[in-house]
């Protein structure tokens, strides 16, 4: 088994790229990374200067992999198969695209909301939780009328773009909930829930789960 994911259970971009790992079940070795710990923090720097997680490590290619987007994008061109994540063409940019959608519109502002809430009081912020309420309450109009008809993100098949849209809007409902205005969000979510790679990506995290930051 020449792949290794650094990850942590809880991690919201890691779920995205073990959504990817289950749907295919492509083997690889689960590295758990405590980021509290010196020695683990140093040795994920060491391997990604950045510090941040998933990191895929694949031994066979001599491949370090940072950025849940490129595992998703790596495990997509070397270790294809039944759910192909990028289309070809067009339809591949236009997945991608929402794949940045979702990262950059739904899951940040859900990080900002959060991580909002593990700083000490006299260096909270609350405008910018506010203009990441604001950013959220845009983006699930925007997402709900895509949904309409569309049973996953870019339509009938399960690509990148769900898999970043799953633990994103995971969160997001937590902090800052969808509401009745955005039906077509949540069967959206719902849907997600219960697809088997993602249902088992938040159950292995619930004996995580008394460590998110509640309100
Ligand atoms: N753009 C990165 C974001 C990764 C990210 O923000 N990871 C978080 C966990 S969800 C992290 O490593 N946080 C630890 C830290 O910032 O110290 C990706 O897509 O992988």
Redesign the pocket.
Known sequence: MSLTLHFHPL????W?ALVALYENDTPFTPHMVN?GDETERAALLKLWPI????VLQDDARGAIV????IVIEYLDRHFPDHTRFIPDGDLGLQTRLRDRFY?LYVHTPT?KIVGDRLVPADKKDAHGVAMARAQLTTSYGMIDRQMVTNAWAMGAAFTLADCAAAPALYYANKVHPFGDAHRNVSAYLGRLLARPSFARVVKEAEPYAHMFPQE
């Open positions: 991690s919201s971009y890691c995205k980021l510090g941040k997680f998933p940072p950025e849940s987007s990262d990080q």
